[in-house]
């Protein structure tokens, strides 16, 4: 397994170095009314992929922490149902 994994990450080096190397052409990049001159492409491509995982994961954040809040919610709700269960047991059945 650990075979598999080095070479798997060799492969991807690999794969990014020639990225790398087929796209270093210089290119400008304006945002925000601030210019960036003579950037090397790959460079604007990582920049934007890393931006872009960035806000994945700051969105799947705040989505784990409203899906932890209701897990809370209903946790609590359990416990109070169990606790009336429990007391509805205790009560004497009587006929009528």
Known sequence: MK???IV???IILALLGL????????????????KF???PLWLVVFISV???IFIG???????EL???KEVKNKNREIKALK??????????????
């Open 19 to 34: 990225f790398i190397l087929y796209n270093n052409q210089f290119v400008s990049v304006t945002y925000l009314s601030v």
């Open 66 to 68: 409203s899906i932890k």
């Open 57 to 63: 994961w700051f969105f799947m954040f705040v989505d």
């Open 50 to 52: 890393f931006i872009g």
């Open 3 to 5: 075979i598999i994994r």
């Open 83 to 96: 606790e009336e269960i429990a007391k509805l047991r205790q009560l004497t059945i009587t006929k009528e």
């Open 37 to 39: 001159e003579n950037m």
């Open 8 to 10: 798997l990450i060799v």
